[in-house]
């Protein structure tokens, strides 16, 4: 069965400084990745996701992931962090489902908060 | 476009109690999902239909569990009789049949508490 660890349940930086979320996943085969946002009385937004090619992945919001295969990694980035990035941030691997869809197995999440 | 809609957006109930739970997908979806998020935990799947039918409902904790999606439109979740380890965040998503190279869309939860 597939599972994701998300190593840091807080972070907290500075606004303008470099940001980097991690995330390991164990997955089976080649894996669908994915990174949401929630922030405060929204749903989870997409951020970007990752099936295959180009291993360096570009999202909204000047995010981007890179995916390692070799250390199971699919860590987020951002060069330069904004105050409206504060929000919980989940990682997500998806497994193809009988009929169709696909369902999601997340990390607990990370809870980002930006200094001023 | 109109996203995902849930309602109630909170809900506390009492112990025993029956709740039902809401979930409008994107119009056109056919795949939509239940998640729900227990508090200090990850999101966790529950089930998924496809149009009307229950495609895997291998994440349904229990048989007080009951979902339903009348005529692949909009989905129910009920929840008889409540518990308090029911309490968390379930979420909805909906996303167009695509396999595993698709995007789930999600609403914003509803956060339900049983006391």
């Known amino acids: 069965a597939q599972s994701v660890t998300q190593p840091d349940i807080h972070i907290t930086v500075s606004e303008g400084a470099s940001l980097e979320l991690r995330c390991n996943y164990s997955?089976?085969?080649?894996?669908?990745l994915f990174w949401y946002v929630q922030s405060p009385g929204q749903g989870l937004q997409l951020l970007l996701k990752?099936?295959?090619?180009?291993?360096l992945v570009q999202g909204i919001k000047g995010f981007e992931a890179e995916f390692k295969r070799s250390q199971s990694s699919f860590n987020l980035r951002k060069p330069s962090v904004h105050w409206s990035d504060a929000a919980e941030y989940f990682c997500?691997?998806?497994?193809?489902?009988?009929?169709?869809?696909?369902?999601?197995?997340f990390g607990t999440g990370t809870q980002l908060k930006v200094e001023l | 476009e109109a996203g995902v809609t849930q309602f109630p957006s909170h809900s506390v109930i009492e112990k025993g109690q029956t709740v039902t739970l809401r979930c409008d997908p994107i119009?056109?979806?056919?795949?939509l999902y239940w998640y729900r998020r227990v508090m200090g935990k990850e999101i966790k799947f529950l089930l998924h239909?496809?149009?009307?039918?229950?495609?895997?409902e291998s994440g349904m904790p229990n048989n007080r569990f009951l979902a339903e999606r009348t005529g692949g439109t909009y989905s129910t979740l009920k929840v008889q009789p409540a518990e308090l380890e029911d309490s968390g965040v379930y979420f909805c998503?909906?996303?167009?049949?695509?396999?595993?190279?698709?995007?789930?869309?999600f609403g914003p939860g509803t956060r339900l508490l049983v006391l």
């Open positions: 997955y089976g085969a080649t894996p669908y």
């Open positions: 998503a909906s996303s167009q049949a695509m396999g595993g190279a698709e995007t789930q869309y």
């Open positions: 239909f496809v149009k009307e039918s229950k495609q895997d």
């Open positions: 997500a691997v998806g497994a193809g489902l009988t009929g169709g869809g696909n369902k999601l197995t």
């Open positions: 990752y099936f295959s090619g180009d291993t």
């Open positions: 119009s056109g979806h056919d795949n």
